[in-house]
């Protein structure tokens, strides 16, 4: 099974299943809920690995998520479409789009053990475009 992420925005960062480890789809609701809250939301958590650039490969563009955390509120670019696949024996098994997405959280872990580094993305769907949302898949890559 294999990952990819888009972010597009100001500038696009494209990655692909050699760097997506994982990725874990949330849907929020209050926990003191006793029917179906109109207080949604969803998060989304991605890890992968830093890759170094070698025998002419593109430069690795995890560095532009971490710039893009960096983003105060007041832009209006923190909220970016982000397009997530799931793929699976060249099925698109989900495709997830969300349309105003913006970074909650965002770490990179060093160590030298782990080859360059991995890093752990959070991202959430601005809350009144959560109706924007598209999840499909089921079809070939």
């Known amino acids: 099974m294999g990952f990819?992420?888009?972010?597009?925005?100001?500038?696009?960062?494209?990655?692909?299943?050699?760097?997506?480890?994982?990725?874990?789809?949330?849907?929020?609701?209050?926990?003191?809920?006793?029917?179906?809250?109109?207080?949604?939301?969803?998060?989304?958590?991605?890890?992968?690995?830093?890759?170094t650039a070698v025998d002419g490969d593109p430069f690795d563009s995890t560095r532009q998520l971490g710039l893009w955390s960096l983003v105060p509120a007041e832009k209006s670019d923190c909220y970016r479409k982000v397009t997530i696949e799931v793929i699976a024996a060249s099925q698109v098994i989900r495709k997830y789009t969300y349309p105003n997405?913006?970074?909650?959280?965002?770490?990179?872990?060093?160590?030298?053990t782990e080859g360059v580094g991995t890093f752990r993305?959070?991202?959430?769907?601005?809350?009144?475009?959560?109706a924007q949302i598209a999840v499909e898949g089921g079809y070939s890559v």
């Open 101 to 112: 997405a913006f970074v909650v959280d965002y770490k990179e872990d060093y160590g030298d």
């Open 121 to 130: 993305l959070i991202i959430k769907q601005k809350k009144d475009k959560m």
């Open 4 to 51: 990819t992420l888009k972010v597009e925005g100001p500038s696009t960062v494209d990655l692909g299943t050699t760097s997506i480890i994982g990725v874990k789809f949330r849907t929020d609701i209050p926990l003191d809920s006793n029917a179906r809250s109109t207080d949604l939301g969803s998060t989304v958590e991605i890890t992968g690995k830093i890759l």
